[in-house]
């Protein structure tokens, strides 16, 4: 496999070394993200030489395990390789030896024989960075870090909740997307928060749920379906009418991004400015707003209040 072509298939890669920069593993992925991406001899072969002297008693190991480790390091030299997402994946899951990668894995191997989305989508160093903003600032308002009953509306698969049960904590995370089949994946990728309860992936459409108080209503029966919300995290703002916001109960504590990406056809709700996003979703409390500058689009934020 060429390097052009393996760069281009795994540029999900740039989202993982964002994820990783300020924490305690950014030296062992650099190692890897140089010897990989950049094609860097030295780093390929001191990489092989860490991977040959590692224990990773949580991975059963064996000789095929390690010839695949090998020809994802090697490719360039083998030309009829094809290294597949799922591949590298258990690659870098087995060298990081972190529950963001093992996260990260057991979402990939959720898939089976489907059709595996592409991980360039959503593991973006401009969607990893803006997440990872998120939580930085959000820590800075919230009381010593206690979210409660927190709500993500278009979760989709959810890959900000690790990050949030990570840092904050949470007694119940209500996941609401409108596509139903990204349901069974999230019960694999986050499979100990979904076992015990914390998580609960729920199939609603945004723009339709019906508040009573601060739960959520069953609109079939009436009953509550999600209860005592104390936040709401929505970062899927352009892909969405704004009835979601119009709909919340007066106080709602709610953490928003959108941005001015408006050559993405899924984006139907984009805006030019932070200004703009403050004058369309009005807070009568702001407590942060700012811009993230990526590559392709500025991401704006704002927490507050309604």
Sequence with gaps: MNQSDFVNRHAWLYGLQEYFIGTAYAADFDLLFKALMHDNGYRKRDLL???????????????????????????KDLPD??????????FVRYYMNDEYTNTAYRF???????????????????????????????SKVVDQNVLGNVA??????NFIAHMLFERFSIDKMYSIDIDDTVIDHIKEMSVTETQSG???????????????????K????GSSLCKDID???NTSCEHMPDDWFD????????????????????????????????????????????????????????????
Excluded at 198 to 216: F, M, Y
Excluded at 218 to 221: A, G, L, P
Excluded at 272 to 292: C, P, Q, R, V
């Design 49 to 75: 030489i860490r991977l040959s002297h590692m224990d990773n008693s949580a991975i059963e190991f064996d000789e095929q395990i390690m010839r695949s480790f090998y020809n994802c390091t090697m490719h």
């Design 81 to 90: 390789y094809d290294v597949t997402q799922s591949a590298l994946m258990g």
């Design 108 to 138: 990939i191997m959720s898939f089976d024989d489907e059709v595996v989305p592409d991980f360039n989508d959503f593991y973006s160093r401009g969607q990893i960075a803006s997440k990872k903003w998120l939580v930085e600032e959000l």
């Design 152 to 157: 993500i509306f278009g979760a989709w698969y």
């Design 198 to 216: 914390r998580l609960v992936p729920i199939t609603l459409d945004a723009s339709t749920i019906e508040w009573v108080g601060n739960d959520i």
């Design 218 to 221: 069953n609109t079939q029966s």
């Design 231 to 233: 936040i709401v995290i």
């Design 247 to 306: 709909n919340l109960p007066l106080g709602t504590i709610v953490v928003l991004q959108t941005n001015d990406y408006f050559e993405n056809i899924q984006h139907t709700n984009c805006v030019n400015t932070l200004e703009d996003t403050t004058a369309k979703y009005n807070m009568s409390n702001i407590l942060y707003k700012g811009t993230l500058k990526t590559e392709l689009y500025d991401r704006f934020m704002v927490i507050g209040i309604k």
